[in-house]
């Protein structure tokens, strides 16, 4: 399959606006969100534990993808995470992207349509509201 002429037309996904895939600088910003939250919640409950950093951090991610669509720091940026499938993006589909997400490579590896790895496994898009 040849690569996308703009990122999400693959999927059917507009060029620009909303529902078009979330652009690297929204997502970036919206995983530093993420992250500085679960830090501060380790520092606090935890004495700044590394390894409680990132639990609580894929903690975040499956709790809040299914129930407000999307993680607390991407929804301050203005996304969401939706199924591809259609619906609701249900349960598995947050555990999964998140373990993912935790262990960092899937999410350094994207193709044409700017999904990473993690992302195309559990048949998820991160768009624009």
Not at 12 to 25: A, D, E, K, N
Not at 69 to 79: F, K, M
Not at 116 to 127: E, P, R, S, V, Y
Request: charged share 15%.
């Amino acid at each position: 399959m040849p690569p996308s002429k703009w990122p999400g037309e693959r999927l059917g996904l507009p060029q620009h606006g909303p529902s078009s895939i979330g652009r690297p600088g929204r997502r970036i910003l919206g995983f530093a969100i993420d992250w500085a939250i679960a830090i501060a919640v380790s520092a606090i409950f935890f004495n700044y534990d590394p390894a409680a950093n990132l639990i609580i951090f894929v903690i975040l991610q499956i709790v809040f993808i299914p129930t407000i669509g999307a993680s607390i720091g991407h929804r301050l940026v203005g996304l969401r995470l939706i199924s591809l499938h259609g619906g609701w993006i249900g349960l598995w589909r947050p555990v999964v992207r998140s373990l993912l997400l935790g262990i960092a490579l899937p999410a350094l590896v994207w193709d044409s349509d700017q999904r990473g790895f993690h992302d195309k496994i559990a048949g998820t898009a991160l768009i624009r509201q």
